[in-house]
C-alpha cells in the first residue's frame, strides 16, 4: 500500500506581509479563500509520480482544489472539509508587527498549548487526522495507492497516524509547495493503535 501526501501549490496571495495581530487575523481568512498562483504549476516529476491515478483525495479549500486538478486533470477529484488544514487563530498581542509566517509559528505553537477560541482545537483536529488516515489506507488497501493534495501541518498530522499503524515515510513533510511525503506498507495487517 501506498499513500501520497502532497501539499498544495503556491496560493494566490502575498506570502509574508508584516502586520499586527488584528492584520494576521484577516490575513488568515484571506488565505483560505485564496485559490492557485496561475503560474505555479506541479514539478513534472510529481505529474509523473501521479500519471496513473484515476483519483485524488483533497481538502475543499481553493488551493487545494485547483492544486489537485492542476496535479491530476485525469483524476476523479474527492474534495472534502475533513482534509482542511488544522486551523489558527490571530493572539491578541498589541504593538506587535511581524511577517505572517512568524504570527503562523506563535499561533501554531500556542493551538498547541491550548489557544482556540472559536476554532477547532488540537485534539479534535488529531482525532480528524486519524479518521482522514483511516479514509485513505482503506482506499489503499482496495486500489493500491491514496493521493492526498491538502495542507502541509494537517499531512503531517496524518504521517503521524499513518507512522503509528505501521508505514514507513519517504521524504519528509516541509513547509513548501508541493512538498510530496510518501507512506507505505507491504500487507494488509495493520499495527495495533
Not at 493500491?144 to 508505514?167: D, E, K, Q, S, T
Not at 510518501?182 to 495495533?192: T, V
Amino acid at each position: 500500500m501506498r499513500i501520497i501526501l502532497i501539499r498544495h501549490g503556491q496560493p494566490h496571495i502575498a506570502l509574508r506581509p508584516a502586520t499586527g495581530h488584528a492584520g494576521f487575523a484577516d490575513y488568515i481568512g484571506a488565505y483560505e479563500e485564496s485559490g492557485l498562483a496561475p503560474d505555479n504549476l506541479p514539478p513534472d516529476e510529481l505529474r509523473e509520480l501521479v500519471r496513473e491515478l484515476d483519483h485524488v483525495f483533497t481538502s475543499d479549500r481553493p488551493r487545494s482544489r485547483q492544486s489537485a486538478a492542476a496535479l491530476a486533470p485525469q483524476a476523479l477529484l474527492t474534495a472534502d472539509p475533513l482534509f482542511a488544514e488544522a486551523p489558527l487563530a490571530s493572539p491578541r498581542i498589541p504593538l506587535l508587527r511581524m511577517q505572517v509566517p512568524k504570527w503562523a509559528v506563535i499561533s501554531r505553537i500556542l493551538w498547541h498549548a491550548g489557544f482556540s477560541p472559536r476554532i477547532e482545537n488540537a485534539r479534535a483536529a488529531a482525532a480528524r487526522a486519524d479518521k482522514a488516515a483511516g479514509i485513505l489506507i482503506a482506499r489503499a488497501r482496495e486500489t493500491g495507492a491514496a493521493v492526498l493534495v491538502a495542507h502541509g501541518y494537517f499531512n503531517w498530522m496524518i504521517g503521524r497516524r499513518l507512522r503509528a499503524r505501521g508505514f514507513v515515510r519517504t521524504g519528509s513533510h516541509q513547509a513548501r509547495y508541493w512538498n510530496t511525503v510518501i507512506y507505505e506498507k507491504s500487507g494488509d495487517a495493520e499495527k495495533p493503535r
